[in-house]
Every structure is written in C-alpha cells, then in structure tokens.
C-alpha cells in the first residue's frame, strides 16, 4: 500500500517513495534496519525475540511505515505506529512504560503512537524524512487522529547528559502546557548529568519540533538504548490542515493537467 500519493511526481521519478509494509517478509525488513541502527551504531541493548532484528511483541500490534530507495528497492528508513485502537488490544502505549501521561491520554479525540524510527547512515537528510512525514501525515488523514505522541532520543556528550543546556535550546513555546503533569517514570540521575552542552538536538527531534511537537515534561533514562527520552505531543489539527491544503493543491494541478491533455 502506497502512502505517498500526494506528490505529483510520477511513482518511476521518485527517489524515494513511503509505504506501509505488508506482511511479516516487509516488517523484518525494517526490524532489520532498526536492529542496524539501534544495536549496530548506537550499541543499544536490544531484549530482540529474534537475531539480528530489532523485534518486541508491540511489533505485532502496530502498522510499519516504510521508505524504500526506488532505486535499490531497500528499506532506509522506518517508523512504527501504534493507534489507540491497537495500543486497547495491547494493553498499553510503549510511551506509557516511561512517562505519566493520565492528563494527556484524557484528552477527547484520537491518538497515534510513533516510534523507533530510524533512518539508514547511507540515505540521512531531509529528503528521506520528508518522505516519511507525507507518509505520515496520509496515515494520519485517513485514520482521523487528533493526536500524535512518542518518545525522541538524545544521547549524552563525552561528560554525560546536558539536561538543562539543551532543554535552553528548545525554545519556550515548544514546550507544553504543565497541567497535564507528565512526569517520567525514571529521570535521568544526577550522576549522569553534566552542566556542558556537548550534543545539541538531534536532527530527528528538530525534525518534530519543525512538525509543530511540543515537549512535556522531563526527559526519561532509558539504560538499556543509554539515551534520554522527551516526550512528545503534537495536536494534528495543524499537520491535517497542511495535509488537506497540499491535497487540494495537488488535485487541482491534476486536473488541470488532464484537462491540458483533452
């Protein structure tokens, strides 16, 4: 199934082009990628219930969005993505095993889960996250969300995790309301933090930072990937009406294109 309807170059053009996998060959395909980014680059410790796969039983529950090289046919870069629907058969959101999130999950409407997205060493830039964004952003148009939340990773400097410098870089009206009280479930120890700003934000954060998330709460330690997890929201109405406006944009040329043709 493709998501990438909505760019008007025609599918043999595309660099890239995003998609939901279908069936488990397709799924393996981007826990392999995962496995390669998560335990081969960063050295996380990975509880995988296969080898060499970035494998958990939430896999089973979730949709996997997919970007495939045209060229090459290779998956370079994934996300998974657990709805509300899915997370009730589940039993949980993943973000709820690090995070408070009682105010946030009161909230009226839809939500959408994303998580361990990756993207190839070979095939970073923003190209191939804008692909995985229009992929996105049709997903979440047609399932009607009106939530989007998850967990973006920051890793520590060479002295440790710079909590307070890079929480400054992040600018005021990025951060979310603090009634709704997100708390996580383990902060990061003050002997693994450090006063010197050594990492910044990583590109994939400023990437939904761009998307209009805001950041709520402090950030959680997850030992086992060693990085601080932030939380983040972002209210869909805005990615939908940017969605909605590029969909009619592009209908229009369409049709004036067909009609050029007559």
């Keep these: 199934m493709s998501v990438s309807s909505l760019d008007p170059t025609p599918l043999r053009s595309r660099r890239y082009v995003a998609e939901l996998a279908q069936g488990p ?13 998560f335990a081969g680059e960063m050295g996380a410790r990975l509880h995988s219930l296969a080898d060499g796969l970035d494998y958990e039983h939430i896999d089973d529950y979730c949709d ?23 997370a009730a058969r589940l039993g949980t959101f993943y973000s709820e095993g690090e995070f408070q999130l009682d105010k ?9 889960e994303i998580g361990r997205t990756c993207v190839d060493p070979d095939h970073r830039g923003s190209l191939v996250l804008g692909t995985l964004w229009n992929g996105l952003a049709e997903y979440v148009y047609k399932g009607n969300f009106n939530y989007l939340m998850g967990c973006a990773s920051i890793s520590p400097g060479p002295s ?23 708390r996580p479930l383990k902060p990061v120890p003050a002997w693994r933090r450090c006063v010197t700003d050594e990492s910044g934000i990583p590109p994939l954060l400023q990437a939904y930072l761009r998307l209009g998330c805001w ?48």
Excluded at 25 to 37: F, G, N, T
Excluded at 64 to 84: M, Y
Excluded at 104 to 112: E, H, T
């Design 25 to 37: 060959d397709e799924i393996r395909e981007s826990q392999a990628l995962r496995y390669r980014v």
């Design 160 to 182: 440790g995790f710079a909590v307070d410098a890079v929480y400054r870089q992040i600018e005021p009206n990025q951060f979310g309301p603090a009634e709704f009280d997100v």
């Design 215 to 262: 950041v709520l709460g402090e950030p959680y330690w997850d030992e086992d990937f060693n990085v601080m997890d932030v939380f983040i929201l972002l209210d869909l109405t805005r990615l939908q009406d940017r969605y909605e406006r590029r969909f009619i944009a592009t209908k229009t040329a369409a049709t004036y294109s067909e009609h050029s043709r007559c």
């Design 64 to 86: 996997h969005l997919l970007v495939r090289d045209s060229s090459s046919g290779k998956v370079v870069a994934c996300t998974r993505l657990l709805s509300d629907t899915q």
């Design 104 to 112: 946030v999950l009161a909230l009226p409407g839809r939500f959408l």
